[in-house]
T-cell receptor, first 114, second 108 residues
Framework: KAGVTQTPRYLIKTRGQQVTLSCSPI?????VSWYQQTPGQGLQFLFE???????NKGNFPGRFSGRQFSNSRSEMNVSTLELGDSALYLC?????????????FGNGTRLTVT | KNEVEQSPQNLTAQEGEFITINCSYS?????LHWLQQHPGGGIVSLFM???GKKKHGRLIATINIQEKHSSLHITASHPRDSAVYIC??????????FGQGTTLQVKP
């Protein structure tokens, strides 16, 4: 089975621009969650989707949004980029909606905002 | 105070040593996760625990629900075990609350 695929792997954007990151979960996994990792704040939860519905949202401003498609692929969007948005963005998938299965992580997208 | 605390933050060991990383949490949980992150960013799920003890190869994870504490043990450590080990907790969802991580270096 193919693992969780995140694209692109690296991205450089300018302040004020917007960016869309993509996550393709393992086949059959309907739960996708997104995380931000920075040296200062560590890993923080962004959102969780199951069957196209957002189940949970972390404490991030409205500039951060996401969605999930009927094939379980998910995208997250960050608008009006700020320097502090530079981070590694990770997604993870799971077959379960109840958090009772281990998560499978992608390799992440490293976003640099200049 | 963070909801998930790990100790130590940094750990250096000699090859072959027995290693313990600790995790304490202050919230109600349905599961505790131990994750491993190598340089380059990819995260691997090592264990998901809701009670008792799990073993996989040289790795052992235990959890004490009453004390809200978990430990990750590595027996016969090897340089390839060098990585960041992260404890995270969840409550019936994929929303994880993470500890700050423990950076482990195993020297040959």
């Amino acid at each position: 089975k193919a693992g969780v695929t995140q694209t692109p792997r690296y991205l450089i954007k300018t302040r004020g621009q917007q960016v869309t990151l993509s996550c393709s979960p393992i086949s059959g996994h309907r739960s996708v969650s997104w995380y931000q990792q920075t040296p200062g704040q560590g890993l923080q939860f962004l959102f969780e989707y199951f069957s196209e519905t957002q189940r949970n949202k972390g404490n991030f401003p409205g500039r951060f949004s996401g969605r999930q498609f009927s094939n379980s692929r998910s995208e997250m969007n960050v608008s009006t980029l700020e320097l502090g948005d530079s981070a590694l963005y990770l997604c993870a998938s799971s077959p379960s909606r109840d958090g009772d299965s281990p998560l499978h992580f992608g390799n992440g997208t490293r976003l640099t905002v200049t | 105070k963070n909801e998930v605390e790990q100790s130590p933050q940094n750990l250096t060991a000699q090859e072959g040593e027995f290693i313990t990383i600790n995790c304490s949490y202050s919230v109600g949980i349905s599961a505790l996760h131990w994750l491993q992150q190598h340089p380059g960013g990819g995260i691997v799920s090592l264990f998901m625990l809701s009670s008792g003890k799990k073993k996989h190869g040289r790795l052992i994870a235990t959890i004490n629900i009453q004390e809200k504490h978990s430990s990750l043990h590595i027996t016969a450590s090897h340089p390839r075990d060098s990585a960041v080990y992260i404890c995270a907790v969840s409550r019936n969802t994929g929303k994880l609350i993470f500890g700050q991580g423990t950076t482990l270096q195993v020297k040959p």
